[in-house]
């Protein structure tokens, strides 16, 4: 069996879609999950699906290293193979990259409407205002940079003139989440 940590911030449909997609392969398990906002609807999802979780805020340390030695002594006993950042609105520090392989999802073709803030809805926003004929999902090694690691897969969609951000984010969600089980199926 090998381990998977996933690292969540928002409504947890990915994390929740990952851990489904483990319960039917049988070879991988999403051990834990690992979350910055107590108050975020992954931490309900977790429960439901009886799967441990910890909160560590990386505002309650001083200096990232001692965010990422707490989360590196949390993920400890969980023997953890890879760690998936599926919608975490967190930076990871220098020392998780260097102890764990670590991927992103992120809802556009990078290097595309990459780097710090670009997340969620503004990057459709951003899509749809400059009338982009194609968007996507990139799969990616996380690198010191935000959205700038190595990229392991990307799937590009067609735009129609018709579309919205809204109608943008729901066609790169409907791909995004088979994308990174794919990755995860590679790289595992």
Known sequence: MKNIAVFSSGHGST????YKQCLEHKKIKTAVLITNNKNCEAVEKAKKLDCPFYVINPKKFSEQIDWDNEVIETLKPFKIKLIILAGYLQKVGETLIDKYNIINTHPSLLPAYGGKGMYGLKIHQAVHRNHEQFTGATI???????DEGPIIKQKKIKLSQEETPDSIQEQVKCVEKQ?????VLELL
Do not use: N
Request: no cysteine; proline share 6%; hydrophobic share 45%.
């Open 15 to 18: 994390f929740e879609y990952i």
């Open 140 to 146: 990616h090694y996380v690198s010191p940079e935000y």
């Open 179 to 183: 994308l990174l089980w794919d990755a």
